[in-house]
């Protein structure tokens, strides 16, 4: 946005008026202005679905919760983890369950349970997308699996009923 400011030919190009002060002044149209609250809103009902979290149905949550993870941390992220990177992890977000389990926190403890899987759900997709064997990924290496939402949903059911 301060590149805009600083070239107000291209503000004038959208229409936009430029007062003294700096303030810049945009006509939208109405059908435009409508079409964008209806992006926001529905990006916003987005953004609640996947960062908030849920308890009620195991997979279900495992499934948006990894998904947040990666929406959190990013892909890149999880690539350059090493098995022991992701073993830790694991262990650290099932020490806070436990913790919640003693301080008797149960909405806590279901949480960080589900928390604990979606680091798990998240492993499985790394060592799956791993060539090299060696725990950490290159960019190169990541092709995303057909039909899987997050990168373990179907999988994690085919792979209970072939008794994986």
Same mark, same amino acid.
């Given at each position: 946005?301060?590149?805009?400011?600083?070239?107000?030919?291209?503000?004038?190009?959208?229409?936009?008026?430029?007062?003294? !002060?700096?303030?810049?002044? %945009?006509?939208? #149209?109405?059908?435009?202005?409508?079409?964008?609250?209806?992006? $926001?809103? *529905? =990006? @916003? !009902?987005?953004?609640?679905? %996947?960062?908030? #979290?849920?308890?009620?149905?195991?997979?279900?949550?495992?499934? $948006?919760? *990894? =998904? @947040?993870?990666?929406?959190?941390?990013?892909?890149?992220?999880?690539?350059?983890?090493?098995?022991?990177?992701?073993?830790?992890?694991?262990?650290?977000?099932?020490?806070?369950?436990?913790?919640?389990?003693?301080?008797?926190?149960?909405?806590?403890?279901?949480?960080?349970?589900?928390?604990?899987?979606?680091?798990?759900?998240?492993?499985?997709?790394?060592?799956?997308?791993?060539?090299?064997?060696?725990?950490?990924?290159?960019?190169?290496?990541?092709?995303?699996?057909?039909?899987?939402?997050?990168?373990?949903?179907?999988?994690?059911?085919?792979?209970?009923?072939?008794?994986?």
């Amino acid at each position: 946005m301060n590149e805009l400011l600083t070239r107000p030919e291209l503000l004038r190009q959208w229409g936009a008026d430029i007062c003294p !002060e700096g303030a810049v002044t %945009v006509t939208i #149209p109405a059908g435009m202005m409508r079409a964008l609250v209806i992006d $926001a809103q *529905a =990006a @916003h !009902e987005l953004h609640a679905l %996947v960062n908030n #979290p849920q308890t009620a149905d195991f997979l279900e949550a495992v499934r $948006a919760e *990894a =998904a @947040h993870q990666v929406q959190r941390w990013g892909e890149a992220h999880d690539r350059n983890k090493s098995a022991e990177n992701w073993f830790w992890l694991v262990g650290y977000l099932s020490g806070k369950c436990l913790r919640a389990c003693i301080d008797g926190d149960k909405a806590k403890a279901l949480h960080h349970t589900i928390s604990s899987a979606a680091a798990l759900c998240n492993w499985w997709k790394a060592i799956q997308a791993d060539t090299t064997g060696a725990g950490i990924g290159a960019d190169d290496d990541i092709k995303p699996a057909a039909g899987e939402p997050f990168g373990c949903g179907e999988s994690l059911e085919t792979s209970e009923r072939e008794g994986a």
